[in-house]
């Protein structure tokens, strides 16, 4: 199995700063991508942001400028680095990883429990 453990979140003021982390432990043969995904109350979930095995990078919209993801392959953790942060940002983040248990298996997503983060003065 693979376990995606995030930390990092909490309360922040608007205009803070936060930085998240997930790290990807388990049965892993090879992570093809990470992200970060987020679901506010009464939402569907949206992607934030995304890494390639590559190092190419992708954002929604409304986090360019603000939010940066980057990646440690070696570690197998994802970082997401968020500022300026709105209101509008507040959601339960969680961490995604496109990976394989093996190399004769399909890759799959996985998923980690969440974390909260909450923009509010």
């Known amino acids: 199995q693979v376990h995606l453990v995030e930390s990092g979140g909490g309360l922040v003021q608007p205009g803070g700063s936060l930085r998240l982390s997930c790290a990807a432990s388990?049965?892993?043969?090879?992570?093809?991508?990470m992200a970060w995904y987020r679901q506010a109350p009464g939402k569907q979930r949206e992607l934030v942001a995304a890494?390639?095995?590559?190092?190419?990078?992708s954002y929604a919209e409304s986090v360019k400028g603000r939010f940066t993801i980057s990646r440690d392959t070696d570690e197998n953790t994802v970082l997401l680095q968020m500022n300026s942060l709105q209101p509008d940002d507040t959601a339960v983040y969680y961490c995604?990883?496109?990976?394989?248990?093996?190399?004769?298996?399909?890759?799959?997503?996985?998923w980690g429990q969440g974390t909260q983060v909450t923009v509010s003065s």
């Open positions: 890494i390639s095995s590559g190092g190419t990078t």
């Open positions: 388990g049965s892993i043969f090879s992570i093809n991508s």
């Open positions: 995604n990883t496109r990976a394989k248990r093996t190399s004769w298996v399909p890759w799959r997503d996985y």
